[in-house]
């Protein structure tokens, strides 16, 4: 077994593990287990200072992007796609599936939005039904300022979707201030849960646009709106994962009772990038460094497949390369939630200054 040091997933809690061993009911007809649900659900809303209302979806963190867009997206629809990573121009792939326009707010991919440009912009454009944007964009490890962002949109009344699926619990996310309409979580990242999760918040001004919606929307699974009413009819659209859930509310009940952990993902985020600077390496962002994923350029004579295959042979860790226009430019080392610990990210930086050295 690798230790696992990538930007996601992230190593488990041995509680968490066992919490989805328990015995289990069904789920479709034992009302405790609605219950629980609600009560998990509304433990996700309390953890990211909501009063919105978050549902839990049965599918990896792509699937809460997707169904975000799918429910508010009509045919026509113009959308605003933030494009300063490979996660944040993916989005108008989601709007283009059901029948939207997106137009791109094009931005570096080494920065950080920045939030006066960016007002600039929305005061001679802001024809949109919506905009979708990233709060860390993992390819690159960048981290964007989407609760100012969010309100930013919210003066122009255009509806924000926001992916903070590898923030989210190791970045300070406060819903309600940054007016944030849709935001979309997953379970493998900082919260430390295994793949298979998705979990997404939802602003009355969001579940109005979905009601009011002149066409059906165009999928069932990836349709948030069939979720609105499962406490009071007591009925889910589909069968939920139980275990999947027991293991994931053992990880909020983790998050919620550490509550240093915005500083300890601080500290060692820094901790990585100087230790970076110091082997001689570069950093590929110029500032908005993520406190989740440190993303390094990959130095002249080495390919980044020899780091990370020397990196798995010789000591056993796991990290990740990257992929898109990032592809073999950068490695990636993931310091989220359980993976967010000293002893880890000493023992992966050792590790790799050791390949380096061999690999020179």
Same mark, same amino acid.
């Given at each position: 077994m690798y230790k696992i040091m990538t #930007?996601? #997933?992230?190593?488990? $809690? =041995?509680?968490? $593990?066992?919490?989805? @061993?328990l015995a289990c009911t069904n789920p479709d007809l034992d009302p405790e287990f609605y219950d629980y649900y609600r009560d998990t659900c509304s433990l996700i809303s309390e953890l990211l200072e909501t009063e919105n209302p978050a549902y839990i979806l049965d599918g990896e963190g792509i699937l809460g992007l997707e169904a975000a867009c799918a429910s508010l997206t009509e045919p026509g629809d113009r959308v605003l796609v933030v494009d300063n990573g490979v996660y944040g121009r993916g989005f108008a792939d989601f709007v283009k599936i059901y029948g939207g326009e997106p137009v791109f707010? =094009?931005?570096?991919y080494t920065r950080a939005i920045d939030v006066k440009a960016f007002r600039a912009y929305l005061k001679e454009h802001h024809d949109f039904k919506y905009a979708a944007m990233v709060h860390c964009d993992t390819p690159s490890g960048v981290l964007n300022p989407v609760e100012e962002m969010g309100r930013a949109l919210h003066e122009y009344g255009i509806l924000s979707i926001v992916d903070s699926v590898s923030a989210m619990f190791g970045e300070p996310l406060h819903v309600d201030a940054g007016q944030l309409d849709i935001v979309c979580g997953g379970s493998q990242k900082a919260l430390s849960a295994p793949p298979g999760l998705t979990f997404v918040t939802v602003s009355p001004a969001a579940m109005k646009a979905m009601e009011g919606r002149k066409t059906p929307i165009a999928s069932f699974y990836a349709n948030i709106l069939v979720f609105r009413d499962y406490y009071k009819d *007591?009925?889910?659209p589909y069968t939920m994962p139980i275990s999947d859930?027991?293991?994931? $509310? /053992?990880?909020l009940e983790n998050v919620k009772a550490d509550p240093g952990r915005f500083e300890r993902h601080r500290k060692l985020g820094e901790l990585c990038r100087k230790r970076i600077l110091d082997m001689g390496l570069s950093l590929y962002l110029?500032?908005?460094? @993520?406190? /989740? +994923? /440190? +993303?390094? $350029? +990959? #130095?002249?004579?080495? /390919?980044a497949a020899d780091i990370l295959e020397a990196m798995k042979? =010789?000591?056993?860790?796991?990290?990740?390369? @990257?992929?898109? +226009?990032?592809?073999? *430019?950068v490695i990636r080392i993931g310091h989220m939630g359980e993976n967010a610990n000293e002893k880890d990210v000493c023992e992966t930086l050792d590790a790799l200054a050791?390949?380096?050295k061999k690999l020179a």
């Open positions: #930007p996601g #997933p992230t190593q488990v $809690r =041995e509680n968490v $593990r066992m919490a989805r @061993s707010y =094009e931005a570096p *007591q009925w889910f859930i027991c293991g994931l $509310r /053992t990880a110029e500032n908005g460094f @993520s406190n /989740t +994923v /440190t +993303v390094v $350029r +990959v #130095p002249d004579g080495i /390919t042979r =010789e000591h056993g860790i796991m990290i990740a390369g @990257s992929f898109d +226009v990032l592809a073999g *430019q050791d390949v380096l």
